[in-house]
T-cell receptor, first 115, second 114 residues
Framework: AQTVTQSQPEMSVQEAETVTLSCTYD???????LFWYKQPPSRQMILVIR??????QNATENRFSVNFQKAAKSFSLKISDSQLGDAAMYFC????????????FGTGTRLLVSP | DGGITQSPKYLFRKEGQNVTLSCEQN?????MYWYRQDPGQGLRLIYY???????QKGDIAEGYSVSREKKESFPLTVTSAQKNPTAFYLC?????????????FGPGTRLTVL
């Protein structure tokens, strides 16, 4: 079974600074997707960014980018120019590229942003 | 506006009672999902449905039941057999199929057992 590990329960960053959230995963599959979801205090889950395992190029969405290391099974999220609105829980998730679209989530990292 | 609605936002239940959480979507999605979220844990899959009148157990289905009589609706019943039902419940939906389809989440229901 696939597992997703987020080893940082909480991270802090100052506005305008850069922060990196870590995620590792375990799988024997070669075809899969990885995601970062944001859960603000409203608790609505919002997709931040996704990465297809077959793509070597790291995904980027505005201030959010990933460092995908397939061999190391590592998938970190970098937030540049942090804003107060980035404060939230961030979840890393895995989905197999074949069959049913089950998402496997990590335990989350709480990001605190200070002025 | 297209989206997923969950009701109620907060729900209180006495021990021994069954309770049903509502999930409705107007995104014309075939697949729907129920997740449970506990403090310090990620989301865990309870049940999912890829088509009307069909559903499968997820990782933590014991003490829960679902139905999928309409494409738009996927209600979750928390039964008295669920030993620790206090949690935050999230419903999601997506297009079906093997290729990537984003899951969209509802706003959630907070269930508290008194």
């Amino acid at each position: 079974a696939q597992t997703v590990t987020q080893s940082q329960p909480e991270m802090s960053v100052q506005e305008a600074e850069t922060v990196t959230l870590s995620c590792t995963y375990d799988t024997s599959e070669s075809d899969y997707y990885l995601f970062w979801y944001k859960q603000p205090p409203s608790r609505q889950m919002i997709l931040v960014i996704r990465q297809e395992a077959y793509k070597q190029q790291n995904a980027t969405e505005n201030r959010f980018s990933v460092n995908f290391q397939k061999a190391a099974k590592s998938f970190s999220l970098k937030i540049s120019d942090s804003q107060l609105g980035d404060a939230a829980m961030y979840f890393c998730a895995y989905r197999s590229g074949t069959g049913f679209q089950k998402l496997v989530f990590g335990t989350g990292t709480r990001l605190l942003v200070s002025p | 506006d297209g989206g997923i609605t969950q009701s109620p936002k907060y729900l209180f239940r006495k021990e021994g009672q069954n309770v049903t959480l509502s999930c409705e979507q107007n995104l014309n999605h075939d697949a729907m999902y129920w997740y449970r979220q506990d403090p310090g844990q990620g989301l865990r899959l309870i049940y999912y449905s890829q088509i009307v009148n069909d559903f499968q157990k997820g990782d933590i289905a014991e003490g829960y039941s679902v139905s999928r009589e309409k494409k738009e609706s996927f209600p979750l019943t928390v039964t008295s057999a669920q030993k620790n039902p206090t949690a935050f419940y999230l419903c999601a939906s997506s297009l079906a199929g093997a290729s990537y389809n984003e899951q969209f989440f509802g706003p959630g229901t907070r269930l508290t057992v008194l």
